[in-house]
């Protein structure tokens, strides 16, 4: 955490509609995890950049997805560099994406994370870029379809209580409003038929090894309602 939870305008976003034959040709059961397209689970500590880490990680295995290249870029950058964000306090991954395509993004050695916002500024690295996102249609199945065939999308949920102390299973929560300790932003990036496979930024101590597995086919905590996914052409 921590998150807005309205998207300030964003010029290279695309509402994304999952066509039927997308639909149809969605396997049953996805990781991309077993692609190698997944960069290993890092850990946001005490800042609320969860939006610049959700971003990344999406970057990340797009960037791989196309390349065959799996880089750890850097979520400090963000934190320090996309204006429209405000740092350790909130952000938006819309504008994170939309930063990335203007300005690309640095590796994470070259620019590494200092759990506090610091002096924006250039280095010698490399840097990769993304031609947009799209917000992905808000149903479960379409979300499902769309992930498989493009790749892993950041999304925002209501954070209940029972995430911060999740240790493993799949996670079912009824009411998340009642329990909300704010919004929350973390990356999907397989299902099965029961459940969403989600990469989060708590470290490895926290949840399956850093992961977490949400009940799917319920929208636990609005999860399908903000679902936005970069692309590279």
């Known amino acids: ?24 040709s969605a396997p049953t059961y996805f990781d991309w995890r077993q692609q190698k397209v997944v960069t290993s689970i890092k850990d946001q500590d005490s800042c609320g950049s969860c939006w610049a880490f959700a971003s990344t990680a999406a970057i990340e295995s797009q960037y ?3 390349t065959r290249k799996l880089l750890n870029l850097s979520e400090q950058q963000l934190v320090d560099c996309e204006w429209v964000s405000q740092g350790c306090n909130y952000g938006f991954v819309n ?3 939309d930063y990335v395509r203007d300005n690309g993004q640095f590796t994470y050695d070259s620019y590494p994370y200092q759990d506090e ?10 840097r990769v870029f993304i031609d947009g996102h799209r917000f992905v249609t808000a149903n479960e199945t379409a979300i499902a379809a769309y992930i498989a065939k493009y790749g892993p999308a950041a999304f925002a949920i209501i954070c209940p209580e ?20 704010g919004l ?25 090894n850093g992961f977490v597995r949400f009940k799917r086919g319920i929208n636990m905590c609005d999860m399908a309602l903000q679902v936005d996914a970069p692309y590279i052409n």
Do not use: F
């Open 1 to 24: 955490m921590s998150l807005r939870s309205a998207k300030p305008p964003s010029d290279s976003h695309i509402e994304y509609e999952v066509t039927q034959e997308e639909l149809d």
């Open 64 to 66: 791989a997805i196309h």
């Open 95 to 97: 504008t994170a994406y």
């Open 117 to 126: 916002k610091t002096k924006c500024h250039k280095t010698s690295s490399n």
């Open 162 to 181: 029972a995430l911060m102390h999740y240790k493993g299973g799949v996670l079912e929560v009824n009411d998340c409003l009642e329990q909300s300790t």
């Open 184 to 208: 929350h932003a973390m990356v999907l990036i397989g299902y099965t038929q029961d459940y969403w496979i989600i990469k989060n930024q708590w470290g490895t101590t926290w949840g399956e």
